[in-house]
């Protein structure tokens, strides 16, 4: 027997516990608490929804070493007893309402870089875009690959680290559970919450050949914008063809009817010879000729602070999505 059987002594319905619970997270709004709660689906009494959200909590409910623990986590998170829940790099901290209110934070290592790289490997080239991989709109296959229980995205017990504040003395307490499950619910509004979680990039997993296919395609997409072929080459240095065969004889000049002298047009700013090359270094020397923080940049450009962050600590050439590429070149032809 456990504290887990006493912790929580005086019984409380579980129509109760949600009451108190949400007068908790009232009560902590109002005094000015920056909290926020987890709302675990609704349908059919479900934890989560999504590809992801439901992809977390079947892993989660794969490791016997919780099977017996999980089923009170269950109950909280579905009766809103998570106040607060917080996702950063490699921690989940959380606020979960008992008999009283518990504190508790959930370390989980990062995903090793040789498992990365075996993932990112057996996924180039098959997943169409970054919308349909936070969807969860992917093949098969892909989610065989993502979901190996061994080799997957998914943290293995033993890579999953926790401390609660209650007076459990169990390896796993049941607000540790609830809080568990609450990442997968919050997976279902924040899908890129996972990659983050684990301390990788999902934008790595889109290969840079299909970047460049959806840059030159003609056909509008509702998911990017594209790029024209000239601009193409401005960006990435490259000649492409086009329909005019280069020993072509020139179309014979049309006479003017009258003698005017030609007008001088007004001179053009030179273009930058050399062609914006998205790197890590090329990005932090962008932004600071143009003064302007990460969150400016990622306004700027169409995309999130934490992603211009992780872009100027990588190595080598960054896989930029079409839209912030054409914006960075943008910014690097308006550089003096």
Request: charged share 25%.
């Amino acid at each position: 027997m456990s504290w887990d059987d006493f912790s929580d002594y005086e019984y409380i319905s579980v129509a109760e516990l949600k009451q108190r619970a949400l007068r908790k997270i009232k009560s902590l709004q109002e005094s000015g608490e920056q909290v926020d709660p987890v709302e675990a689906a609704s349908s059919r009494g479900l934890i989560a929804k999504s590809f992801w959200g439901k992809a977390w909590c079947k892993h989660l409910e794969a490791y016997s070493d919780y099977e017996h623990r999980l089923p009170r986590g269950r109950s909280y998170i579905r009766h809103s007893a998570v106040v607060d829940l917080k996702i950063q790099p490699q921690q989940v901290t959380a606020l979960v309402y008992g008999s009283e209110l518990y504190e508790l934070t959930i370390n989980i290592d990062a995903l090793p870089a040789e498992k990365w790289a075996a993932i990112k490997a057996l996924c180039q080239g098959k997943i169409g875009s970054l919308i349909e991989l936070l969807q969860g709109k992917i093949s098969n296959e892909i989610m065989a690959i993502v979901m190996d229980p061994k080799d997957g995205l998914f943290p293995q017990p033993n890579e999953i680290h926790f401390n609660c504040n209650c007076p459990d003395w169990a390896d796993l307490c049941k607000h540790v559970a609830a809080a568990l499950y609450g990442v997968g619910a919050r997976l279902d509004t924040a899908p890129e919450l996972l990659f983050k979680l684990r301390g990788v990039d999902h934008q790595e997993l889109i290969a840079i050949d299909s970047v460049v296919s959806d840059m030159t395609t003609g056909k509008t997409s509702r998911r990017r914008r594209s790029l024209k072929s000239d601009a193409l080459s401005d960006v990435f240095g490259i000649d492409l063809d086009n329909d005019t065969p280069a020993d072509a004889a020139p179309a014979p000049a049309r006479r003017p009817t009258r003698s005017v002298a030609p007008k001088t047009p007004p001179p053009r700013k030179a273009q930058k010879a050399t062609p914006f090359v998205p790197t890590a270094a090329m990005l932090h020397k962008l932004r600071k000729d143009h003064g302007l923080s990460m969150a400016a940049m990622a306004r700027e450009i169409g995309v999130s602070a934490p992603t211009i962050s992780n872009w100027e600590k990588k190595k080598g050439p960054l896989t930029v999505n079409a839209n912030a590429l054409e914006q960075l070149q943008r910014l690097y032809q308006a550089t003096d």
